[in-house]
Structure formats: C-alpha cells, structure tokens
RNA sequence: GCCGCAGUGGCGGAAUGGCAGACGCAGCAGACUCAAAAUCUGCCGGGGGCAACUUCGUGCGGGUUCAAGUCCCGCCUGCGGCACCA
C-alpha cells in the first residue's frame, strides 16, 4: 500500500522545483518554433482570485504545457492590469496611496495564481502602473498624437454622476455606469478623442484573414457597423444653404416628405432669428439635452418632435418643399445628424409621421403603406418615381446615385456606426496624457526624453466637483514651461483611460525589461503575432478591437512586422454560482478558489474547471462536481497498488491507449477538455477492471493528465521511478492503425428501427457484412416473408434494411 | 426590435446525419465494518410486462432522408450583447 494522495504536500513540493529549474522559463533561441499562448491579464481587485479566471488560465496552461511537450519555444506569461476606478475608490475611502493598494492585491493574486500551479513565465510578469511601462503607454500616445490621431474637442460626453467620470460609450449599459452602476447624463465637456474611426475599414477586412470563433466576428462586424448609402443635400427654400443627409434608400427619394434634424444640429442656431417658433424649438431642445441617452431612447417608443417654422427643405428630384422637424430619435453623432424621411419605406418615419399628421408616399411597391411601413429591398420594384419607375431596389440605387453625383448634389458615402474613442477621464489612478498646453503653441507634446511622466502625489485622489481630474488642483506638477516656445504651459491634468494598458500589453511581455524601445524587433520578429488568445466575451468589442487599432497604428508605423495582434481568439463560458445565477456577493454564491485549494487541491480545481462542461458555454458550479474530480484522481493515484512491469501496451488495450491519446491531443485543441478527461475516467476505469497496469500504460496516462493535473503527475512519474520530469517529456504518439479495433459490433436497422446488433469486421465490405448480418436469426426471423427493397451499410457504424 | 448563444434523464453534460443519454454527480442495492465515513461491485429516462421483450422519448409544429438531438421551414422559452444607426 502506498501513502494516500495528499496534494497539500506535494503541490507546494513542485511549484518550489518548478521555480528552482526554471521549469518554464522562456528560451531565447530562436531557431526553435515558437508558440505564443496569451491569457487576458486581470485586473488585480481586492476581493482576490475568483473561481471565474482559472478557466480560461487552466486551458491555456493545458495547451503551453502540451506545445512545450511538442517540442516549442513557449511564450505563456501573466501580469496586472493595475489600472482602474476600484482602486482608486479604495484607496479615496480608506486614505492609502493606490500603489499601495495596487502591490497589496498584486502580491495576493500572484500568491493565488501560484498556487494554481500554472506555468507563467513570472520572469516577465508586467503591470500597468509600473513607470517602466507606462512609459510606453505614453509613448504610443504621443506616436498617435503626432499622427492626429489623438485630438482634443468639445464633447457631449457620458457623465457618471456618481464616479464624476466621463464614460466611453461603451462603458455605458443601460444607461449606469459600467463600473459602479451610477446614473449617467450628458455633459459637454472637452475630451481627448482617438480617431478608431480612421481604421474602421482595416479592422473590419482584418477579419477576414484571422482565426477568431465566429460570434467574435460578428460581434465586431455589428460594432464596427459599416453601411454604404448616400449623401445628399437638400437645398434649403430661399437659401443658399443646404442640408446635407446620410441615407442607405437613396432609392426612395421620391417618397421623402419632410425632414428630421437632431437638436443639436448647427442649423437650429444659425437660424435662430428665422425661425418663427424659436421659443418652442429652443424648448424642445433643451427637453432634450437634460435627458441621457438612455432616457432618449427609453422614451422612444412615443416619438417627440416639433416642426421648425419658417425654414424649409427642397427635395432634389422634384423640387417640391418639405417641412423640416426636429426630432430626438434623430442623433448627432451618427451620419450628419439629419435624415430625408421616407415613411413609406422606414418604420420609424412611420411612427413619425402617423403621429404628426405627415404625407406618407409609396414609391417601392409591394405592401400597403398605409398599414405598415414597407421595408423589403428583394421584392419591391420602384413607382411614383419618375424615371426611376419599374426598377428594383438595387438597380434603381445605382441609377440614383449617379444621377446625384452628376448633377453634383450627392454620392455615394459609407458610413460606421463605430465613434471616436472617448480617451479622457478625470482620475487620478491613470497614465498621465503626456502633453502640455501652451497659450501660443496650443497642444505640445512632451519630448520623448521626458517620458515617463510621472504621477505626481496628491493629497487627494477624490476628483473635484466641477469634473477636474485631482491632478489639476497640483499647481507645481500643473504648471510647466511650454517644450517648443520656453512659454508658460499647462499639463494635462486627465488620465489615460483603463484600456489604454492593456491595448499593448501582448507586445511588452515580449521584450518586457527591455529600456530603448517598448520591445526589440527582432523579438518582435520571431514571437508575433500571438498564436492563440483567450478572454471574455465582455471584452469583445471594447478591449480587443481598441488592440487591434493601436496594432494596426503600429504596424503602419513600422513599429510591429504583423497587421494583426492575434491570430486566433477563443472566448470561455461564465462560471455561474451554484444556483444558476451569476456568483456575487449580495447574492451570497461566491466560491472562493482558495479554499477549494485547501480542501481537494489545485489539481482539483483545475481538474473540475475543465470538466465543468463545454468551455465556451457558462457552466454553474457544484461542490459534489468538485469531489468528483478529486475522485477521480484519488484513482489514478492508486494506481500505483496494480502496477506490473512491461514499459509496453498490453495487446488487450492497445486500441484503448492508441484512441483515448489520440481523443486527448484532439479534445484539448478543440478547447473539449471535458471529453479529453472523460475520455482518461474511462481509460483508468479500464485499467481498474483488468486489476492492472503496466508501467508503459500508467506512464502515457500520467503524460495525458500532466497539463491538467501537473502536480500528482509529476510526484507519480517520480515515484514509478521515471528518470526527469513529466513537463520535458515528449508528447505521447498514437498510430492511427492502432486506433481501429479489428472488430465492432454494429447495429442491425430494419425499417429505420434496431432490432439486433452483429458483430462485423471494419474493413468488411457489404458482402461480407451481409453476411454475417442475415446469419442473426432476430434478423431472420423478422426478415421471413418479407420484401427487402433497400440495403444501406455504413462501414463500422449501420446496416439498415428497408422491408415491405 | 435587432444580433449572438442555448434548450437532451433527478442534476452537470456526451453524441463526423448512423445503437440517444459517453463521462461525472446524486440516488438505490450489495461487499467491507461492531457501526459510520471512505473505498469496492452492481443497477439507474418514462409507460407496459414475471420475463425474453415492447412502446414512447432530445422545447413545440411541419418537412427532407433508408435513417434526424444533428439538416430545412415556421414558432416558443431562457441567457448574453446592442438598441430610434437613417
């Protein structure tokens, strides 16, 4: 008998011999293939590890370890995204520095993640708040400021009034603040902007070459938002102006009958004077600035709007004049603000002009536009449309668009519903902007040998109470001589929002002490681009597509040799408290991965997070699952008490080790852990049945659960007496040949139903099937006097048999 | 409303169009034990039958096929995301 499996003694053991080799340090030879596996970096948040990271972290330590057991140069590192409003929030309610605060819990997760046993190479742990690193953050700033791509402007920004905050749009859901859940309004304020919008073509073709599970794509596909429609200007009556629009129906010009302009469009001020209802217009529109964009949309479901007197629109294609309304569900920041309405043929004009009292022309046939407004462009054909008259949606779209950039009063325009990257937030836990202002030379960058700016220490992190960063109540960092005239000069007193560390981050660890630039090219050269990066669907659209555009910056700066980070992108599933529901506190379901480590173990634990269930689909957790696992490896670890001799397969279960290695080295490829480690239950269920394994048989398995469960493998190779260690062993081989049983018992089908089951040689034909098939006396017995019409024989799977 | 994902035993979940329910959990019975825990062995979708067996079963309604959890058409429910995008 053998000592029990205690994995409190030997997990400790090997994570110590693990850091005493240098297990898992990367090499620098470059002449070996190289595999990059990146994990998303957390945010290191005081209430420590949650059970949701080592998910994606134990499956992508299942794949390095593997790679490096193929024979790799594995790039697998970790480091903190230290950056961040909870931080900052902590350390203003328990008045400690938030570099305190950031080292406490970094030390906390780093001690956690350890104990997980993954193989980070911690050489290379980088953190976001490291001077060191935001360094480089600045410097990647200033690349795109230099390029204009980072502007200033006035904005009517997200405003959390409760972080004092000014919010990315998409920080925004339903209206809260992303971040503490506080109401959101709007608030012109003047923001740093970076122009994404400028590469939104290169990130939506980019999409078309990378690896990226397919809801990945689409989410950025929709998110990005490309439409190509037209722009047209409206002459407007009596004036020399015109009223320019963005519509995807340029088809449907002819059925335009009024107008709609966003409030804040520029037209309602500069004709302030003309127009005759100013006082209700004026009204509507300041109705419409209190509300956030939440209450906007909420309340769209009854349309507002009011008509502006006095100034009207003339329709190009028929000169007839049409009114023009202001109207809310109209919005500023997409397209030019103002639209040709068509209720015939847009559901919201409908709404619209049902409510108003508007004219509402058909000029796509095809339904009944009184009823309903009709928005099919497969079937309709034009009318009421001069000569456009008898064309299809498509054919008359074209004919539109050149008849409008001849006559020169329109053209065709693509538009993205993607908007500029609100970069600004008025905080104190973030990268300074590293940019001065000067009375004369306006915004000046600072020179590269002065990076990095430092954070400075304040006396308050609370952000003040007209919205100013803390930053700009420090008058001594605040004022500054100007880089390019030796004026007087201002500091930026706003912060780099979260994102901008990790938009780059993939790239340090790469060449991560490295002092002259933010990586060497040669590095560079040989670890880019990322082989395959796994994170959350949460970061989908925010996170991976803003690395995707500093990529791209970089790349067309000569500063990266791939246009794209990452050539292939998996997301895990949520992990899901034991009721179903998503794990919180007030909701009293959190599992604390620490004390599954005491219980059963860190190989436990991953064992379990791996069998959960699908990885991509969320998963709700189960202690009883838990001890399952530790079951589970309780018997392979007693195991050793059958051990025989034979470094060998024994021919019974030659089949079974060929398959269950080959199941195992595809499953984890495919992200199917949980099949992978059924597949090794059923293998030691085997060996327990025939009451013995060989040293050959036990060896294979213990390199097949050794990037699951590399603790106890490690500690079981040892004491079978292997020479080295399991993570420098070669991955096991199978044999195709060898996975195929000489024979398999198929199923006997007459009529669709099974009625028997022979056995039957795989590589039998249908004759010699046949024959041992009509030999079965069910089968006989239901075949007597009966008409057989049909025979179908699926090798090693069926033999139907359709009767009359 | 739009986009995406899912719906299979008591539960988590398996099934290149080819024997639905692998593997695990829970449950039941037995072995071991003075006893319990742990461990080991066996059973384990519903109805009917002493039984060999039979019949119904993958959210619902149709369809294609020798054969459908899987493919097609039309719905329903849940989860996640976006939301007046012209």
């Known amino acids: 008998m053998n000592t029990p499996y205690s994995p409190k003694d030997i997990e400790k053991k090997w994570q110590e011999i693990w850091d005493a080799e240098r297990a898992f340090e990367v090499g620098e030879d470059y002449s070996k293939p190289k595999y990059y596996a990146l ?6 948040s005081g209430q420590g590890l949650h059970v949701g990271h080592p998910r994606p972290y134990t499956a992508l330590d299942i794949i390095s370890r593997k790679r490096r057991m193929q024979g790799y140069n594995v790039l697998f590192p970790m ?5 961040g409003l909870p931080t900052e929030n902590y350390a203003i309610k328990n008045h400690v520095h938030p570099k305190t605060v950031t080292q406490n819990n970094v030390a906390h997760f780093k001690a956690q993640l350890k104990s997980l046993g993954y193989s980070f190479d911690w050489e290379r742990e980088v953190n976001t708040t490291d001077p060191e690193y935001y360094k480089w953050t600045q410097w990647i700033f200033l690349k795109l400021f230099k390029k204009g791509l980072a502007y200033k402007t006035q904005m009517p920004i997200n405003w959390c009034t409760s972080c004092k905050v000014g919010l990315a749009n998409e920080e925004v ?11 959101v309004v709007r608030k012109v304020k003047s923001q740093w902007m970076l122009k994404i919008t400028e590469y939104a073509d290169k990130l939506l073709e980019g999409l ?3 690896d990226y599970i397919e809801r990945v794509k689409v989410s950025q596909k929709n998110w990005i938002g490309r439409s190509v429609g037209a722009e047209v200007d409206f002459k407007l009556s009596g004036k020399e102006d015109v009223l320019r629009i963005f519509t995807t129906r340029p ?4 059925g335009a009958t009024y107008m709609v302009i966003s409030p804040e469009h520029p037209l309602v001020e500069k004709y302030k004077e003309e127009i005759t209802n100013y006082g209700e217009v004026a009204a509507y529109r300041e109705q419409a600035a209190k509300k956030s964009d939440f209450e906007r949309t909420e309340l769209a479901k009854e349309k507002t709007g009011v008509v502006m007197g006095g100034i009207s629109a003339v329709n190009p294609v028929n000169g007839k004049e049409i009114p023009i309304w202001i109207s809310d569900y109209v919005l500023m920041t997409y397209g030019t603000g103002a639209i040709m309405a068509v209720p015939a043929h847009d559901g919201r004009d409908w709404e619209f002009a049902k409510k108003f009292g508007l004219p509402i022309i058909e000029v796509v046939a095809g339904g009944n536009v009184q009823e309903a407004a009709f928005t099919d462009v497969e079937t309709g054909k034009l009318v009421n449309s001069d000569f456009l008259d008898g064309l299809e949606v498509k054919e008359a779209k074209e004919k539109i668009i050149a008849w409008l950039t001849g006559k020169g009063i329109g053209k065709q325009k693509v538009n993205f519903k993607l908007r500029d990257w609100v970069f600004s937030r008025q905080r104190y836990w973030g990268e300074p902007i590293p940019v001065v202002h000067c009375e004369k030379c306006g915004y000046v960058p600072l020179p590269e040998s002065e990076l990095p700016l430092m954070l400075p220490e304040v006396d308050s992190y609370m952000p003040t109470d007209n919205g100013e960063s803390p930053l700009a109540a420090m ?19 706003d912060t780099m929002p979260q ?26 050269k040989y670890w880019l681009p990322v082989d395959w990066y796994n994170g959350g669907m949460e970061h989908t659209t925010l996170h991976l597509l803003y690395s995707r555009f500093w990529h791209k910056f970089l790349y067309d700066e000569g500063l990266v040799p791939t246009d794209e980070p990452y050539k292939k992108r998996t997301s895990h599933g949520m992990i899901l408290g034991e009721n179903g529901e998503k794990m919180s506190k007030s909701r009293g379901n959190v599992v604390n991965p620490d004390e599954i480590v005491a219980e059963f173990g860190a190989d436990t634990l991953r064992t379990y997070e791996m069998f959960i269930g699908a990885f991509d689909l969320s998963a709700s957790w189960s202690q009883e699952g838990v001890r399952g696992c530790r079951r589970f490896l309780d018997r392979v670890w007693k195991l050793q008490d059958s051990l025989v001799d034979g470094d060998g397969y024994r021919k019974e279960l030659e089949t079974r080790m060929h398959q269950t290695i080959k199941k195992v080295s595809l499953d984890f490829e495919a992200l199917k852990f949980n099949t992978a480690i059924a597949a090794m239950m059923s293998l030691i269920n085997d060996f327990y049945k025939a009451g013995k394994v060989t040293k050959g048989e036990f060896s294979t398995l213990l390199l097949l659960l050794s990037p ?12 079978v007496g292997n020479a080295g260690r399991v993570y420098a062993q070669t991955w096991p081989e199978y044999d195709e040949a060898k996975t195929v049983e000489d024979e398999v018992e198929i199923a006997v089908q007459i009529n669709g139903k099974v009625k028997a089951t022979v056995k039957v040689g795989t590589e039998d034909a249908q004759e010699a099937a046949r024959e041992k098939v009509m030999a079965d006396d069910t089968v006989a017995g239901i075949l007597s006097g009966k008409n057989i019409v049909k025979e179908i024989y699926v090798k090693g799977r069926i033999y139907n048999i359709v009767v009359k």
């Open 499 to 524: 994102w901008a560390g990790s938009s780059w981050y993939f790239l340090r660890y790469i060449d991560p002490k490295n002092k002259e630039a933010f990586a060497g090219q040669e590095a560079l």
């Open 173 to 183: 859901v339903n209206g809260k603040c992303e971040r503490c859940g506080g109401e």
């Open 708 to 719: 699951v469960a590399p603790h106890m493998c490690e500690e079981l190779w040892q004491l």
């Open 79 to 83: 480091g903190w995204d230290a950056f």
């Open 39 to 44: 994990v998303e970096f957390p945010y290191p």
């Open 208 to 210: 078309d070459h990378v």
């Open 251 to 254: 088809d449907t010009l002819f």
């Open 475 to 493: 008058t001594d960092w605040l004022n500054t001589v100007c880089p390019c005239c030796g004026g007087p000069a201002k500091r930026e007193s």
